[in-house]
């Protein structure tokens, strides 16, 4: 049995990078970007206005006020999308809009709220400032900046900047295929008759769900009974891909039979049986590029030992950048005891109160209590070396909504 760090560095050193693609920024959202993206051009491009207004000469409204606005006259308008050819000289204004170009000799922007039309002029009832209101070329982005660095998961204020820059196509990382596999006599399909002593197959949809959040190509491959034969022939089918995720049989029953048909594969495996509570019998083996996962089949086991060990490599996979799981420091109120020598992850709800975070356990904390993770919004991480946490204390949770 090895440490939950140690077989994590296990897992990333196997992980081969995945190769790019190009596609249509409308496809790229929450995909990871395969390369640095610099700004060729300043944003904005020219110097414009931020409000519905005039624009004026500052030195010339200085002294303007309510009781002795000054008067100007409006020589003409620039609405967005227009440029005005003229200069604007002293004594005069230009009725602009959000967004127009500032017209050569203006230097602010009078908003129309300070303001009142008298025939062909304006009353300005306020003084503003040099530069106010105005929109510089290149203060958001500068020419040569990089805006968005590689290994970024791309979001909707990525894509808005993409087509800023007038980039229609992006390189991001290609989707890992992963191929997901349940074993058991016992376990059927949705819609099969559930006979004696049979479940309903919980892990390939709940793996299925994951991969797609993720950012991974999921394909099923249904359920393998627990004989060889049938397990060879799946096993074989799933090593085409990226990634293979094996749920149930590795455990140390007599119809666990998983790490061997690998090692018969020619499968070779890094490690088998981890610290962590649940999942402790998750493996972990590498066939060429292909990496392969055999998770507990307990559904809390399979979930647990998807973020903890499947999630990293699909990240790194994709050369993902930052964490993919958000952790938090919380105030634990109910006492946990463990038993030590594995990492716990204990099923719990965390909520903000007062300025602080607070967390307890909810519901069965078995390997099989779908439902107390489904009420769950966060895993409290209790370490190894920690028998109990006493009511009070901190504890590390990591957040299940993220
Ligand atoms: P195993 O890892 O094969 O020993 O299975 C451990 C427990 O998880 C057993 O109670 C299995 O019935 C259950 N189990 C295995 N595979 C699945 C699955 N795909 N969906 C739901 N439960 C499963
Ligand atoms: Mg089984």
Redesign the pocket.
């Known amino acids: 049995m090895i440490e939950i760090e140690q077989a994590r560095e296990v897992v990333l050193d196997s992980v081969v990078k995945i190769e790019s693609e190009i596609v249509d920024i409308t496809s790229s959202l929450n995909r990871i970007l395969a390369c640095d993206i610099y700004s060729d051009i300043d944003l904005p491009t020219f110097n414009n206005s931020a409000m519905d207004g005039y624009a004026v000469i500052s030195s010339e409204i200085k002294e303007a006020s309510c009781d002795q606005p000054i008067r100007l006259e409006v020589i003409g308008e620039i609405p967005a999308g227009y440029t005005y050819s003229g200069k604007l000289m002293n004594g005069k204004a230009l009725k602009i809009m959000t967004g127009a170009p500032i017209p050569e000799g203006a230097d602010t922007i009078v908003p129309i709220e300070y303001t009142k039309e008298e025939g062909a002029l304006v009353k300005v009832f306020r003084g503003v400032k040099e530069k106010e209101n105005i929109r510089q070329k290149g203060e958001d982005v500068a020419r040569g900046e990089l805006v968005i660095t590689k290994g970024k998961k791309l979001s909707p204020v990525d894509i808005g900047m993409l087509a800023a820059l007038n980039l229609r196509n992006v390189s991001v990382a290609k989707l890992p295929n992963v191929s997901i596999l349940?074993?058991?006599d016992?376990?059927v399909d949705i819609g099969e008759e559930l006979s004696s002593g049979k479940?309903?197959?919980?892990?390939?949809y709940s793996l299925y769900a994951n991969v797609i959040k993720y950012g991974g190509m999921p394909k099923s491959l249904g359920?393998a009974k627990d004989n060889k034969d049938a397990l060879f022939k799946s096993i074989e089918k799933g090593l085409n891909s990226d990634m293979l995720l094996i749920?149930?049989?590795?455990?140390v029953?007599d119809y666990?039979f998983v790490k061997e048909l690998l090692i018969e594969k020619g499968v070779s495996i890094k490690f088998w049986k981890v610290a962590i509570k649940p999942g402790k019998?998750v493996l972990f083996g590498v066939k060429g590029n292909t990496l392969v996962f055999g998770l507990?089949?307990?559904?809390i086991?399979?979930l647990v030992t998807f973020r903890e060990f499947v999630l990293p490599a699909m990240c790194k996979m994709q050369g993902r950048l930052g964490k993919p799981i958000t952790e938090q420091y919380a105030v634990l109120e109910r006492d946990i005891s463990i038993s030590p020598g594995r990492r716990h992850y204990i099923m719990g709800r965390i909520c903000y109160r007062g300025g602080r975070y607070f967390t307890k356990p909810v519901g069965i904390q078995s390997s099989?209590a779908l439902n107390s993770m489904l009420q769950s919004n966060c895993l409290i991480i209790v370490p190894e070396d920690t028998p109990r946490i006493i009511s009070g204390e901190k504890v590390l949770v990591q957040l299940l909504d993220e």
Request: proline share 11%; hydrophobic share 20%.
């Open positions: 349940s074993t058991g016992e376990v479940i309903r197959d919980i892990n390939s359920i749920s149930g049989g590795v455990s029953g666990d019998p507990p089949g307990n559904p086991s399979t099989g």
